[in-house]
T-cell receptor, first 112, second 116 residues
Framework: DAKTTQPNSMESNEEEPVHLPCNHSTISGTDYIHWYRQLPSQGPEYVIHGLTSNVNNRMASLAIAEDRKSSTLILHRATLRDAAVYYCILRDGSSNTGKLIFGQGTTLQVKP | DTGVSQDPRHKITKRGQNVTFRCDPISEHNRLYWYRQTLGQGPEFLTYFQNEAQLEKSRLLSDRFSAERPKGSFSTLEIQRTEQGDSAMYLC??????????????FGPGTRLLVL
């Protein structure tokens, strides 16, 4: 799976939007972009995924650059419960392997 | 709650002892994954099953580690002759086989192992 690059940490204020960036300059045409997050002392949790178009769900939005070399996870109104490590992961749609390859992720702090 | 469950949640053992962890996936999920996570790092893939078949093993899975999924439902991960370097969180996840790029994994709470 292609590699991703994320900032080590970010801070946000409660009730404000948060934009978490991810660079994946070596992405291939069949790679899906997935985001997971891990709250303290819990297992990772799926957030959202997309291929080419922007995606929205009840948790977040995913904005994908036109050249697909970067993407941004958007939390529209951060709450204290959104404080977590956020992982951006590429999944090869042409491969049958299911494993996820996690990087270091971005640790998001949310200040009240 | 019908999510992924893991047992025990915490395990303290002495170096050289054997330990076994259990994972119960979401009932209709045919894929089951094991990951290991050390402090400050992202989870690392260990192995996965599709039904009863173990389809992939990481090089991290030394010969002291063995995983089984005998009836395609729950799975066990055994570590023999534990070493202090085995101290980590062991995570289990399950999913339904689909288009690989879209597959979503559901994680359990993990088993935290401390080897003294």
């Amino acid at each position: 799976d292609a590699k991703t690059t994320q900032p080590n940490s970010m801070e946000s204020n409660e009730e404000e939007p948060v934009h978490l960036p991810c660079n994946h300059s070596t992405i291939s045409g069949t790679d899906y972009i997935h985001w997971y997050r891990q709250l303290p002392s819990q297992g990772p949790e799926y957030v959202i995924h997309g291929l080419t178009s922007n995606v929205n769900n009840r948790m977040a939005s995913l904005a994908i650059a036109e050249d697909r070399k970067s993407s941004t996870l958007i939390l529209h109104r951060a709450t204290l419960r959104d404080a977590a490590v956020y992982y951006c992961i590429l999944r090869d749609g042409s491969s049958n392997t299911g494993k996820l390859i996690f990087g270091q992720g971005t640790t998001l702090q949310v200040k009240p | 709650d019908t999510g992924v469950s893991q047992d025990p949640r915490h395990k303290i053992t002495k170096r050289g002892q054997n330990v076994t962890f259990r994972c119960d996936p979401i009932s209709e999920h045919n894929r089951l994954y094991w990951y290991r996570q050390t402090l400050g790092q992202g989870p690392e893939f260990l192995t996965y099953f599709q039904n009863e078949a173990q389809l992939e093993k990481s090089r991290l899975l030394s010969d002291r580690f063995s995983a089984e999924r005998p009836k395609g439902s729950f799975s066990t991960l055994e570590i023999q002759r534990t070493e202090q370097g085995d101290s980590a969180m062991y995570l289990c996840a399950s999913s339904i086989t689909g288009t690989s790029g879209r597959e979503t994994q559901y994680f359990g709470p993990g088993t935290r192992l401390l080897v003294l």
